[in-house]
């Protein structure tokens, strides 16, 4: 018996060794895909000029895991759009209209219908389209394989966000890239120092109000694209804002197109997080 005993512990030591290698295993490999996808990325802003990089420093205090904005920095410069967002606290984050080249993004990826940067988070990324809603959710904008996928515009959308409302996706990744900080929305202090993003498009460019944002799941009506009426819009408008987590003084009316953003949230099952903003 003591025998037996002893190739017992030998073998439970064994399978807890092989438990713990295959841990380690699959860390790494999630950890070299998060790399992998943030290099990508990362090369990809050089295709992406955002003036208030140079010149106004809004930047200093981009997201981290705290959510806390940092300092602005007084550089003289006294045009409104980049002074818009600098109240006496100087942390609100405006920014100002980024600069693509889509031309050359088009060389990489001929998909690509867009850029959404927002102030003062790390959302700083081009937006595709697919045939369908599966394939960006696992693939990069390069084309290869990886957990981080593609900040997509919805399949059913008109490509020059011409609807009247405008799904955009992303995952909400645990290293805080993609569209991860858009739950930080879930915070009224967030709101206030965030309120605008900026919608870059081959045609046109957008500075997004953010006027409304909440926990919903995939069956809601915040998924609605086209409306019947203006009067059907407006009360859907009504309902989305009745749903926000924080206040704004933004008020959608029945002549907007919205955009929608929207990543995974945890609160049960299928559970996505939407921020909406009017396109101006």
């Known amino acids: 018996m003591h025998t037996k005993w002893k190739k017992s512990e030998l073998a439970i030591l064994g399978l807890l060794g092989v438990l713990a290698v295959a841990a380690i295993i699959a860390l790494v490999r999630i950890l070299l895909e998060y790399n992998g996808g943030d290099a990508v990325y990362k090369g990809l802003e050089a295709y992406v000029f955002l003036p208030e990089e140079e010149d106004v420093a809004l930047q200093q205090g981009a997201d981290s ?95 020059d966000f011409s609807n009247t409302n405008s799904i955009i996706h992303g995952h909400h990744m645990r290293n805080g890239s993609m569209f991860a900080s858009l739950t930080k929305y879930g915070s009224q202090s967030y709101y206030d120092t965030h309120p605008v993003l900026w919608l870059t498009t081959p045609e046109e460019s957008y500075q997004v109000e953010i006027f409304a944002g909440f926990v919903t799941d995939v069956d809601s009506d915040a998924w609605q694209i086209e409306f019947a009426t203006k009067e059907e819009y407006k009360a859907w408008l009504d309902q989305m804002v009745g749903n926000s987590v924080f206040e704004s003084d933004v008020k959608p009316e029945a002549e907007d197109r919205i955009l929608t953003l929207a990543t995974c949230s945890y609160e049960y099952d299928d559970a996505r997080f939407v921020v909406m903003g009017i396109l101006r």
């Open 65 to 159: 895991d705290s959510g806390s904005p940092g300092q602005a920095e007084n550089t003289g410069r006294t045009d409104e759009s980049a002074t818009a967002g600098m109240a006496d606290s100087g942390h609100i984050y405006y920014g100002q209209q980024p600069q693509v080249n889509f031309e050359a993004l088009r060389t990489q990826n001929e998909d690509v219908v867009g850029w959404i940067y927002g102030p003062g988070t790390t959302i700083n990324y081009p937006i595709v389209q697919g045939e369908d809603n599966i394939y960006y959710l696992t693939h990069m904008f390069n084309g290869k394989e990886n957990k981080c996928g593609s900040i997509f515009m919805d399949s059913l959308n008109e490509t």
